[in-house]
Nanobody, 120 residues
Framework: QVKLVESGGGSVQTGGSMRLSCAAF?????MGWFRQTPGNEREGVAA????????YYADSVKGRFTISQDNAKNTVYLQMNILKPEDTAMYYC????????????????WGQGTQVTVSS
């Protein structure tokens, strides 16, 4: 069993930055960040493998968002820069043993979500 706890959401103006954290309680292998707005499907934002550190990004966030991990703290971070109003969403952290497509939402464990709001 894996428990995920996100933190760091809030409100920011366009062009601002924000860092999300996801503390994992349990063994994890692949961790991802997803986001969802009302009426839309959950969208993969970024993912990272605990072993090797391979990272994956959605085209919409490449060059602006960075996923990283602190294995000693079993925590994954999502640094979000140059935020845009279209980044407004509920952001979820997720974990799975392995995934053939880490940006697809086929993860076993999910956090409760943290709201990110970017105002223009």
């Amino acid at each position: 069993q894996v428990k995920l706890v996100e933190s760091g959401g809030g409100s920011v103006q366009t062009g601002g930055s924000m860092r999300l954290s996801c503390a994992a309680f349990g063994v994890t292998y692949c961790m991802g960040w997803f986001r969802q707005t009302p009426g839309n499907e959950r969208e993969g934002v970024a993912a990272i493998y605990s072993t090797g550190g391979s990272t994956y990004y959605a085209d919409s966030v490449k060059g602006r968002f960075t996923i990283s991990q602190d294995n000693a703290k079993n925590t994954v971070y999502l640094q979000m820069n140059i935020l845009k109003p279209e980044d407004t969403a509920m952001y979820y952290c997720a974990a799975v043993r392995s995934s053939s497509d880490p940006l697809r939402p086929f993860y076993r464990y999910w956090g409760q979500g943290t709201q990110v709001t970017v105002s223009s």
